[in-house]
């Protein structure tokens, strides 16, 4: 088994259902299994502001042996596309969706290629993915790099209210 973390975030329709419906189609998938999941955190949007609030949440899965991380990747960007997802060139980098899912990390693997990034670029940067992330796993060292996941919240300036999360530019 290989444990993948994902993120996963929503603020068009029903956020809070459109990642319970994503979650659902994950489980149903041959070779994956959900392991822990974060609370959900409603998140001020970041880069694109004039937009509605995200809900966001982390999810460790359990992959069998068979599955890569490229194969995950395609399932997740199918499974964004069945449940909404606008990908056309129309679509705004950072604006609204109906659902968004992120490899964040697949075991200890570090990839670049086209199609994926791993660990994720930009994830040590957003506190929409660190706070539910420290929530199931704060002592993990970051796969590539050499820092743990609650290192990397508190190099972070943002605050937390309850499940609202505020971050600082």
């Not at 041959?30 to 999810?59: D, H, M």
């Not at 993990?140 to 290192?151: S, T």
Request: net charge negative; aromatic share 6%; with cysteine.
């Amino acid at each position: 088994m290989t444990e993948a973390f994902i993120c996963l975030g929503s603020n068009l329709g029903n956020p809070e259902q459109n990642l319970t419906d994503a979650l659902e189609r994950i489980e149903n998938e041959e070779g994956i299994r959900i392991k822990t999941l974060s609370s959900v955190y409603f998140t001020e949007p970041q880069n694109v502001k004039e937009q509605p609030w995200f809900a966001n949440r982390v999810a460790c899965l359990e992959c069998d042996e068979h599955l890569s991380a490229t194969e995950l990747l395609k399932i997740l960007l199918r499974i964004e596309i069945e449940l909404g997802r606008d990908r056309s060139g129309a679509a705004v980098r950072f604006g609204p969706r109906m659902i968004d899912l992120d490899i964040l990390f697949f075991g200890q693997d570090v990839v670049t290629s086209e199609l994926l990034t791993l660990p994720h670029p930009r994830m040590t940067e957003r506190a929409f993915v660190l706070v539910p992330l420290a929530e199931i796993a704060s002592d993990m060292a970051l796969p590539g790099k050499k820092i743990l996941v609650r290192e990397a919240l508190n190099a972070l300036s943002y605050r937390v209210d309850g499940q609202k999360i505020w971050q600082d530019e």
